[in-house]
């Protein structure tokens, strides 16, 4: 609707003109200043008060509250909107930086990062073209091609940056396949390839993987999982094998998807083998990398990486071991040229003359259009700590787990699996006599009770088809003391598990 403009004028107290002192201005960034300190102070006071990494809260317990809340009804103030916010998320928000969150691939973040999503954030800065991130772009580039030094790419390397490893996985394989059917020039000749390309990782690789074959239109067999050594690295010859094997089935090994750091056992596929094995077979390389990046960085493990240097693609997510921040992570191609399937040109956004003007590009590169200046996060965090700090903080963790690994080997309550190269320690409670039966299901009760109390969060997983726990270490604060302490709590939960069972059988028999 149009309205004269008397009319608006007549309007003083319009929805629109108090609205307008909430957009951040020059008129309003006293506001601006005191909204994001009291929300920092909010958090500041939840996370030096966090006791435990979670206060156990249940789905049930909290969806009323947020339910209950009437949108349609604002508070008009943030202070009061950041009071009812502590009541339905902060006050049983899941802290990462407690020492006892031993869960899943989150990490304690850095202030550098912390400071630099500040900024992104109210700049605003979108990476699709020059003219809407200017400098950003350029600082961008600069941080995909520090990364690309680290892995040992050469200069024709090229990346961008993406919202996590699951789309970094996905654009690698995109342009694998895209790559694999260079040859289809026809659409016949597609429709008659696709169907034939296979995808080959290990039993311990990601299921982004699976999921981005499906994106990608491939068969629903085209992801070919070999097995893993003990250690639960890719077995080389296995490798081998299926290419050979698809060869002679008239397959066509689109893509090799190595894993620098599975995410259940922390292992490492042996990169140079399998880099060797592509090399001759001609394969696509791409190592996933989302949670051993951070390897890159390491003062005394760098060499753990080796061969990642030979990928055609690698998965990045500093999100993971960069202490960083959701959401940054990159996708990284030895080949800058085959970004170039990601390339579609708008006459809005980027006509094909931007390139021949030289005018950076980002857009060009990505998945997405208008995206977020995480990069940032990672610049604020190199120019103030630098990488071997970073590095340090990662080693420390591995270090941390290793440690854990021989308390909870050396314990005879627990089984342990194979020691991580990274940061995680697989493991179980084992019921002795009666009840060992029931290992699955004490394992599983224990991480449930462990959750319920807040006491510590630890991950669960399955191996071999058996109930494991997982602690994924991040956190350089996480002492053995801490690990200990949670070893007595599991033994405590699923101990009892077992014996109020046992008993109850007990007392069952008897009576019949
Ligand atoms: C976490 C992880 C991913 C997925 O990354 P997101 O950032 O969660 O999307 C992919 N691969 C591995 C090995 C991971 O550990």
Known sequence: MTLPAHTVEALPASPGSTARAHLLNGDSVARYRAALADGVDRVARRVAGAERPFTGITPDALAPQIAGIDLDRPLGDAGAALDELDDVYLRDAVWFHHPRYLAHLNCPVV?????????LTAVNSSLDTWDQSAGATLIERRLIDWTAT???????????FTSGGSQSN????????????RSASTWDARRELLPRLRVITSAAGHFSVQKSAKLLGLAPDAVI?????????????????????????????MAVVATAGTTDFGSIDPLAEIAAICATAGAWLHVDAAYGCGLLVSPTRRHLLDGIERADSVTIDYHKSFFQPVSSSAVLVRDGAVLRHATYHADYLNPARMVEQRIPNQVDKSLQTTRRFDALKLWLTLRVMGPDALGALFDEVVDRAAGAWELVSEDPRFEVVTRSSLSTVVFRYLPTGPGRELADAANLYAREALAASGAALVAGTTVDGRHFLKFTLLNP??????VGHVLELIAEHASRYVRERTTAADLTCQVG
Request: aromatic content about 2%; hydrophobic content about 45%.
């Open 170 to 181: 996905l654009q690698a394989l995109l342009l694998a396949r895209e790559e694999a059917c």
């Open 477 to 482: 604060e996480t002492t053995l003391d801490d």
């Open 150 to 160: 680290r892995i040992g790419f050469g200069p024709a390397a090229d990346g961008i």
């Open 225 to 253: 999982t070999v097995e893993t050594d003990p250690q639960r690295r890719m077995v080389p010859a296995a490798v081998q094998r299926e290419i050979a094997r698809c060869r002679r089935d008239g397959l066509v090994v």
């Open 111 to 119: 202030i550098p990062a912390l400071l630099g999503e500040a900024v």
